[in-house]
């Protein structure tokens, strides 16, 4: 099971790394002496998409973090994205070294940031491995992969190198918009039809954020672009940042406010909560840095007051339990629009009456109000229907792939008759022998649906949230085409779009509602299963498959056997669920009727 599954909006995730803004202390200037001498505040472009409150508290209590064991997953992504930038920059300064300034990541970031300004001042054409100035009356802080030296206009154009894609092929053609695309080498903007965008609002904010220090220093290009090399690395993506700006400048004054503590920020239930620290752990009071004023108040309360003032808060988790806030049944844009309302709690969800909010775009809202009174109640389902059903077959096999960042996938896990195979390849990612282990795969499946409809009988495979499982029988049929047993593209899209290939995950998002998240994980166990790791998961599986193929050190057997167990449980758990919706959850699960007034 994918990571990105069992998130809190069962959507994907995007988690800024941790420690992104800091108070960070710097010398005695006339910046910091105007502000009274205090540390100043700084805050890279990361930090401009997520969740405010974590910017703040993570500024605010820099002690606790260093205490955090950052989460596998998160870690394992950012090695992932070094080493593909390693990869880049070796390729592009490579084919032309001469046209190259690397600067020595292994400088201090000083020395680093007078070397990129030296290297643009003297009118360097490629530089790789930049680092601007840090400004310590805007708080900005912030370098790029590949700064290009615009030969037409003058000044530079920020370039970043970033490990997920921006683009994705475009089936058909014809388009009424076409984005602007360059060559790796040259460059050269151009239309490009063979593309279409995929939007990364994280990658504008960086260039914006880039190219207002590039302009501080006036070195920043006319053009008023920024580019990005993504996971592909087959063209740059060319970014026009004439609309981002005034954008980039409102959300950049509201965070570094934020980072100051002149913006007061209180949590609220986010996707990005499932991976933060600070979900279950409150700061500590004892570890915050201390102001004037919390420092004089201390003094006068004495012992007593000091021993209190290190007492640990409540992580955010139980602090919007006992505020019983809107956001725990109402995440993300949800809770916003219904603040502005005057909805802040969960309680006043659930005795809303009248209309719904006219600027309500976010599903039924009657069913929005029903998981507000299904929370109150403790029900962790609430039935849509009077009946519940999933389509059933003669012949019936329980699919689940792991996979590992973009590099492939190399467990197809299937379950038939209580009987769990494996299609697996512990060669390490990415190998060929992916081909083989998914040719075997695809073989066995079809060879079973075939001798079903032989016999006469109906056939279903079963999946939970085809997102993952749709991408990569695609991906593994382009990547080894002409491989024993790899299908054709429209092999793959005949099977995915028959009614053969049955995704539990909508079964269960079309008929109930769902207060605590639709994740495997969250709705197996109201069917009555359980998992045999006590720490099952998508991103625990990352550093299993990394210790199970020796990515680091020799491989652990033992990683292995786990995880084909938790493959097994995830099939397992897909059988179980779609049995007892099936058969128990019309009795077992209260339906809407039952929550209405």
Not at 446 to 457: E, I, L, S
Not at 530 to 551: F, L
Request: glycine share 8%.
């Amino acid at each position: 099971m994918r990571a990105a599954e069992e998130n809190f909006d069962s959507g994907p995730v995007t988690i800024p790394a941790p420690a992104s803004a800091a108070l960070e202390t710097e010398p005695t200037t006339a910046t910091s002496a105007a502000r009274g001498g205090s540390p100043a505040a700084f805050l890279d472009a990361r930090s401009l998409i997520g969740c405010r409150h974590r910017l703040r508290l993570d500024a605010a209590n820099p002690g606790m973090l260093a205490e955090v064991r950052e989460d596998p997953g998160v870690q394992q992504r950012r090695e992932a994205a070094t080493a593909y930038r390693t990869k880049v920059r070796d390729e592009l300064v490579g084919a032309a070294p001469d046209d190259w300034v690397v600067i020595d990541p292994a400088l201090r970031a000083g020395a680093r940031a007078d070397a990129t300004m030296a290297a643009m001042r003297a009118g360097a054409s490629r530089i790789w491995g930049g680092l601007l100035p840090q400004e310590p009356d805007t708080g900005r802080r912030g370098g790029a992969e590949f700064l290009l030296r615009d030969a037409d206009r003058g000044g530079y154009i920020p370039i970043i190198v970033v490990n997920h894609k921006v683009t994705d092929p475009r089936r058909p053609d014809p388009a009424d918009f076409h984005p602007l695309t360059s060559d790796l080498f040259r460059w050269e903007p151009r239309r490009d039809k063979h593309v279409k965008l995929r939007p990364q609002p994280r990658d504008q904010q960086r260039l914006a954020h880039l190219y207002r220090m590039l302009q501080r220093h006036g070195l920043a290009s006319p053009a008023l672009v920024g580019g990005a090399i993504g996971l592909a690395f087959d063209r740059i993506l060319v970014h026009d940042l004439t609309g981002v700006l005034a954008d980039y400048d409102l959300r950049y004054a509201d965070r570094i406010a934020v980072v100051r503590g002149e913006l007061p920020t209180q949590p609220s239930k986010v996707p990005e909560c499932r991976q933060c620290p600070w979900w279950v752990r409150g700061p500590d009071p004892a570890q915050r840095p201390a102001g004037p004023e919390e420092v004089a108040e201390r003094d006068h309360a004495g012992p007593s007051g000091a021993q209190q003032a290190g007492t640990a808060e409540p992580g955010c988790e139980g602090a919007l339990a006992a505020m019983r806030d809107v956001s725990l049944v109402a995440p993300g844009s949800r809770a916003e629009v219904l603040r502005v309302h005057g909805v802040q709690t969960i309680d006043e969800l659930a005795a809303w009456v009248g209309e719904e909010p006219d600027d309500w775009q976010h599903g039924p809202f009657t069913e929005t109000v029903v998981t507000a009174r299904a929370w109150i109640a403790g029900a962790p389902l609430v039935r849509r229907f009077d009946t519940v059903s999933v389509r059933r077959a003669d012949v019936e096999i329980d699919v689940d792939l792991e996979s590992y960042q973009e590099d492939g996938a190399y467990l197809w896990g299937t379950l038939l008759d209580d009987v769990y195979r494996p299609f697996v390849t512990w060669d390490p990612l990415p190998t060929d022998d992916e081909g083989r282990s998914f040719g075997e795969f695809w073989t066995w499946l079809m060879a079973q649906r075939a001798q079903a409809h032989a016999a006469g009988k109906t056939f279903a495979a079963y999946c939970y949230s085809r997102t993952a499982e749709d991408k990569w029988l695609y991906e593994s049929a382009r990547r080894f085409a002409g491989r024993p047993g790899i299908p054709t593209h429209e092999e793959v899209r005949a099977f995915v779009d028959s009614p053969e290939w049955v995704d539990m995950f909508q079964a269960v998002t079309d008929q109930f509602i769902c207060p605590n998240g639709k994740g495997l994980k969250k709705i197996a166990p109201v069917a009555g299963f359980g998992w045999r790791d006590p720490e099952a998961g998508g991103e625990a599986s990352m550093g299993w498959y990394r210790r199970a193929v020796g990515y680091d050190a020799d491989s652990d057997m033992s990683q292995r056997t786990r995880l084909l167990e938790y493959n097994e449980d995830d099939v397992r758990a897909t059988q179980v669920l779609r049995e007892w919706m099936t058969t128990r959850a019309v009795v077992e699960v209260p339906s809407l009727k039952d929550f209405a007034r």
